[in-house]
C-alpha cells in the first residue's frame, strides 16, 4: 500500500472536521498564536492546524476544553506511569503544598526523595537534584569530564538528553554533528555522534582516542525504543566502557523507574557509573536528579573537594529539589515500589501492540507496530518496504533514518484523525501505556486506531 499525494489543508476532511469539533480549543490556539512561537511551549506539541487545549484529567483519560474526552498516550511526556491525577499523589502535593512551594533552604523531603530513589537503585549511591531532565544531562556530562579530566563525550544518532549545547545535533537532524543554529562549531564537535547498536564502532573509537570522558546513551533505545537496543548493547557497552576507563551514562529520563522498578539497569542487569533521572521520579511534576557513584558525585561536595584540595563543581538551581516536586515523587516512587504498577503498565502495551498489529493486517496495511515494556511505536513503513508485515516485524532490521522518518504530512493527518477518534498519542503516532490504562481503553484505542486509518483511506492518503 503506498501513499497517495495528500490533500492540502484547505480541503481536507479530516482537518475541516477537527474544526468543527474542536472551537474552543480552535479559540485558543488563535490566542495563542498571538503570544508564543507556533503557539505552543514544547515542539512536540506542534500539530498543523492546532491540537486540543486540555482541561483536565483522571487515569488514562483526558479532556479538552470543547467537553471531549481522550484515552492518553502522550502519557506526560512518559511521567504519567500511574496515569493522570493518582490518588496517592495529589495527596501528598495537596499535603505538601499549603507548607510552602519555596524554602531557599533544606527541607526534610528531600532526604525522604533521596531515600526513595536509592530503595529502587541501590547503585545510587548519592544523588543530586535538579529541575528537569536537561539539567540532569548536563550536570551528568560536567561530572564526567572532570572526573576523567577528558573534554569529549560519546552519543548514539537518534538519541536525546536534552536541548542544551552538548546535546542538540543527531536526535531529529544534523546526524552528521554539525551544529544545530545557535550551537557553537566546538560544542558540537566535542559530542561525536557513533551509530546505535555498533559495538565495534564503540571500540575502534575509544582504541584510538584518549580524549573520551563518558559515553551517554538512552538504554532502551532513541524515544524509549522507536530504534531499539537489548541488554546484550548494554552488557557489551558496559565491558568497552571499563576496559577503556571511560564513564558509562543510562540517560534514564524516560526508562528510569517505567521498564522495571529499578529502571533499564536493573531489566539489563547493568549497573552505569552515573544515572540522569527525570520524569517518573518526579511522580508527573517538574524534578530530576543525577545519581552514581559516591566517588564521582562528590565533586559536588564541598567537604570532599576541600580534603581532596580540589575546586569542586559548582550547581545552583532555584528549583532543585522544590518541596512539592519532592512530595509527588516520594509518594510515585513508593507506588512503584509496593505494586505491580509496572508489570500491568507493561501488559498492556503488550496487548496493545498485539491489536494494532492484527487490525492492520485485517486492514491489509503494511505498517507494523513495535516496542518493549510500555511503549508502543508505529512504523508508517516510509520506503514501502514489499516486506514490512505487521505479524512479523523486526525494527533491528530497519536503519534509524526510517524508524524515525515517518511523512510529517501523514503523521499530522494521522494524529489528527486519531483525536477525531478519542485517541492523543505521541508525534510519533505511538505513546506510553500506564497502569492506568484497562483493557477497555486498549480495545477502545484498537478501534480508535482503524477508523483512523479509514478516514485517511477515505482521503485518499493512504491507497
Not at 502522550?74 to 491525577?85: E, K, N
Not at 542544551?164 to 560544542?187: C, I, K, N, R
Not at 487490525?359 to 511503549?375: D, H, I, K, R
Request: glycine fraction near 10%.
Amino acid at each position: 500500500m503506498a501513499l497517495a499525494a495528500a490533500p492540502s489543508a484547505t480541503n481536507s476532511r479530516i482537518v475541516a472536521a477537527w474544526r468543527e469539533a474542536s472551537p474552543a480549543s480552535a479559540a485558543l490556539a488563535a490566542e495563542a498564536a498571538t503570544l508564543l512561537p507556533s503557539g505552543i511551549a514544547h515542539d512536540a506539541r506542534h500539530v498543523e492546524p492546532y491540537g486540543p487545549y486540555i482541561a483536565h484529567a483522571r487515569g488514562a483519560h483526558k479532556w479538552d476544553v470543547d467537553g471531549r474526552r481522550y484515552i492518553d498516550y502522550f502519557g506526560g511526556h512518559g511521567a504519567l506511569i500511574l496515569g493522570h491525577s493518582h490518588p496517592a499523589i495529589t495527596a501528598a502535593v495537596a499535603e505538601a503544598l499549603p507548607e510552602g512551594t519555596q524554602f531557599g533552604a533544606n527541607h526534610p523531603r528531600e532526604i525522604a526523595w533521596a531515600k526513595a530513589i536509592q530503595r529502587l537503585v541501590p547503585a545510587a549511591e548519592r544523588i543530586r537534584f535538579t529541575a528537569s531532565g536537561t539539567e540532569a544531562t548536563l550536570l551528568a556530562v560536567r561530572l564526567a569530564r572532570a572526573f576523567t579530566g577528558q573534554p569529549v563525550l560519546l552519543r548514539l544518532v537518534g538519541h536525546f538528553h536534552g536541548w542544551h549545547d552538548q546535546m542538540a545535533s543527531g536526535y531529529t537532524s544534523h546526524f552528521d554533528g554539525t551544529p544545530t543554529p545557535g550551537v557553537l562549531e566546538a560544542v558540537a564537535s566535542a559530542s561525536p555522534l557513533l551509530p546505535p547498536g555498533d559495538l565495534d564502532a564503540v571500540e575502534a573509537v575509544l582504541r584510538k582516542r584518549r580524549d573520551i570522558a563518558a559515553l551517554i546513551y538512552e538504554p532502551t533505545g532513541s524515544s524509549f525504543g522507536q530504534v531499539p537496543l537489548d541488554g546484550a548493547y548494554a552488557r557489551g557497552l558496559r565491558d568497552l566502557t571499563r576496559k577503556y576507563g571511560v564513564l558509562l551514562i543510562f540517560d534514564e529520563v524516560i526508562t528510569g523507574f517505567r521498564v522495571a522498578r529499578g529502571g533499564a539497569a536493573e531489566a539489563f542487569g547493568v549497573t552505569p557509573d552515573l544515572f540522569t533521572f527525570a520524569k517518573v521520579v518526579a511522580g508527573g511534576l517538574p524534578g530530576a536528579a543525577v545519581a552514581g557513584r559516591r566517588e564521582i558525585l562528590d565533586l559536588l561536595d564541598f567537604t570532599a573537594m576541600d580534603a581532596a584540595g580540589r575546586e569542586k563543581i559548582g550547581h545552583p538551581g532555584t528549583f532543585n529539589a522544590n518541596p512539592v516536586s519532592a512530595a509527588a515523587g516520594i509518594a510515585c516512587l513508593a507506588v512503584l515500589a509496593e505494586t505491580d504498577a509496572n508489570a500491568v503498565a507493561s501488559a498492556r502495551a503488550a496487548t496493545l501492540r498485539a491489536g494494532l498489529n492484527e487490525m492492520l493486517a485485517a486492514e491489509g496495511l503494511p505498517w507494523a507496530v513495535y516496542g518493549t515494556y510500555s511503549g508502543f511505536h508505529l512504523f508508517t513503513n516510509p520506503r514501502h518496504r514489499p516486506e514490512v508485515s505487521p505479524r512479523d516485524f523486526n525494527a533491528m532490521r530497519i536503519p534509524v533514518a526510517e524508524l524515525k522518518g515517518a511523512d510529517p504530512a501523514l503523521v499530522n493527518r494521522m494524529r489528527l484523525a486519531l483525536f477525531l477518534n478519542g485517541v492523543d498519542s505521541n508525534p510519533r503516532l505511538g505513546g506510553f501505556t500506564s497502569a492506568a490504562h484497562s483493557e477497555a481503553d486498549i480495545a477502545e484505542t484498537v478501534a480508535a486506531y482503524r477508523a483512523a486509518i479509514r478516514l485517511l483511506r477515505e482521503e485518499g492518503e493512504v491507497l
